[in-house]
């Protein structure tokens, strides 16, 4: 009754401790609750009875009392096992809660093992064994299944590692302590049953302490890549040398030996099984999370189509199989703008579509690939279809609206189309397609160019030329030559254009209108401008040494004029060579006035206060309006080529007089209105220098008047203009026209091109 009173606090603890466990398995709290209850119990009956057998004079055990304490310290050994598997954390899965079991039925053999062989014949080195029944037996068998699974939650979980390790430590205690009462009153053993009662009571007494501050799950490392293995090395190292040591000793196995063996071998095989099991799988998702990748790595995150690497893929497969195959290349002409105006949401909806359109008219096999940026790519295996069809549909299919939140879009596309040119060589297909996109889109946009070997001779010249041009100044490959404007109609040289000619010694005359393109498109213009400004200035400043009234002109292009460091480049061009800022006239082409006007005319009024004039060449071919014109601060404007010649003369209506050319007269008009010199470009026949004179054009210049020259040719018509005794006809300044259109006046005799005449 005292010892039922004693251990009665240790219940009401685990009890209260259980109730208020936060974490949410009732199933784990009323197992431990359960076991540790059980256990109580049993100690309790245990005590019980060694007091009543206490008053007599000889010890006498109790066998029945023994088995039924027994029992119960086995029943509580394995709720207590099933609790800690329970816990939230500990086993996740029904394979994980295996694995644990499995692992602790190795230790918990090797322990058992150990143990019978120290107290087996012949070794007992802990003293003879009694003959024990069945209860006991399963009790003992219950402690050590419940010390090796104890050892295993202990190493394989990380947290809370000290909690679990007492709350396992204290249900090993309550089991083993109970086998220790059991087995006292069944060898009549006051001291032994004492002792596994006190044993018994502190495991309750801790599991109580850690179930009252247990709050929080459990995390188990149980992971097939690690630690696989290291619980059954020392268990099992242990019953081998226990075995050897047995044998030694001229021992034998008995039933409970052999089913010892058999049972830790059965459980190692069995965690072996589901070692390999788990690492079969664990390799097979290995496997696919690679494939996975692997396509993830091959695939365009935003369109869903292949990138550059999986278009590569393919191409390299259909290079190994030895199969024709036509790639596409694709680039969206404008999309910048879509970024730039809707931004780059839209942008990437724009992109997403043409995705899906691009797989729409694409065979079972065919590939689309987004390369990057705007750039797409279609790649067609086999025998391919007509190409000419293939591109139709594309740009048929790009071509159509794009609908946005904001309103549509209409983008076009140009497309570059190459096949196996001979042996397969994917570097060499994509360099062809690359070549042919490039024409296309250089030919107009909005079209599809097929592969020619032409392109790649244009291309290695193309290459050749911007290597040499780097070098041509230092190597004194430059010249230039001076094309005469000359008043009308006394065809008399009263200025000259500047023209940049370059030779080569291996390649020869270069034309300009081959390098001066690749100049600007590798950003050597600047470079070529700056030389060209120093002796057009140079040579202009010796002939104005020399006496002669003439102006020369220098053309500008866009990336000239918007850096910033231009204007000061005129000045120090003009203060080293000393010459009148009026002697030099800057030509500006239409396509310049294209971008952006305002920055133009700030730029332009720049150069004009330095005090040279501004001409608008090209007038008429290009993109000039009237109201940019009134704005332009310019001096002169030179009539493009395609006005004096690209219309029937027109007769005086009324009037005897020679016919002249009606746009003429119309640009002449327009700049007598703005205050505007005028010069006739192109003039090339006698009947274009009668209709431009009869226009009223003041100046002219063409291949009728004189070719492009180097500048003692032009010297020489300068010296034989001035030596004639014809009276001067223009200002030694670039031209400026009076108002109100001359009357007409008589045509002189026709000059012979190069040569000056006077009237």
Known sequence: MRSGLTLSPVATSVVGGARRLSVPRPAALLLLAVAAVIGLVAVVAGVAVMVTAAGQPKPVPSVGWAEVVSLAAATSGLLFGTGLLCLPGMAPTVGAATRLSLDGLIIAVAVWFVGWVLVAEPTRLLGSAPVVGAPILLATASAALIVGLATVVVFRVSSPRRRLGALAGGSAATTVGGLGVATGLFQADEGLA???????????????????????????????????????????????VSAVYHHLQDGRFGPYGVAAFSVGGFALVARQYLTLHDVRRYARRLVEGEAHFRELAHTDALTGLANRRGLLRDLHRCAERGTGCVLFLLDLDGFKNVNDVRGHDAGDAVLAEVGRRLRGPLRSGDVAARLGGDEFA????????????VGERLLAALGAAYELPEGPVFLSASIGIAGWAGQPDVELLLRHADLALRYAKQRGKNRFERYDVAYDQLLSRRAT??????????????????????????????GAEALLRWRHPELGAVRPDEFIPLAEECGMIAKLGAWVLDQACYQLSRWLADGHDVWVSVNVSPRELHAPAYVGQVTDALRVHRVPPQRLVLEVTEHAVATDLDELIR??????????????????AGYSSLGQLRRLPLDILKIDHSLVAGHEPVHPVDADGPAFAPMVDIVMRLGHQLGLGVI???????????EVVAAGCHFGQGALLGWGVPAEHL?????????????????????????????????????????????
């Not at 006190?198 to 850690?210: D, E, F, Q, S």
């Not at 040499?468 to 001076?482: M, N, Q, S, Y």
């Not at 006739?680 to 220098?689: D, F, S």
Request: hydrophobic residues 40%.
């Open 194 to 240: 004492v002792g596994g009662a006190a044993v018994a009571v502190a495991g309750l007494l801790t599991v109580a302490l850690v179930l009252r501050g247990f709050d929080r799950p459990c995390e188990s490392d149980i992971d097939p890549t690690r630690r696989e293995g290291e619980h059954a090395v020392l268990p099992i190292l242990a019953m081998a």
């Open 378 to 389: 279609v790649l067609l295996p086999g025998p391919p279809p007509t190409t000419d069809q």
């Open 465 to 494: 030329l911007e290597h040499e041009l780097r070098g041509a100044i230092e190597r004194d490959e430059l010249r230039l030559v001076f094309q005469p404007v000359a008043s009308l109609p006394s065809v008399r040289p009263v």
């Open 603 to 620: 730029r332009l009024t720049a150069l004009r206060r330095t005090g040279v004039r501004i001409a608008l060449d090209d007038f008429g």
């Open 680 to 690: 006739a470009e192109g003039v090339t026949t006698p009947t274009e220098l009668a």
């Open 715 to 759: 010297e020489a018509m300068l010296e034989a203009a001035t030596s004639s005794k014809a009276p001067p006809v223009a200002t030694s300044a670039p031209p400026v026209l009076a108002s109100g259109p001359p009357p007409p006046r008589r045509l002189p005799s026709l000059p012979v091109p190069g040569q000056p005449v006077s009237e």
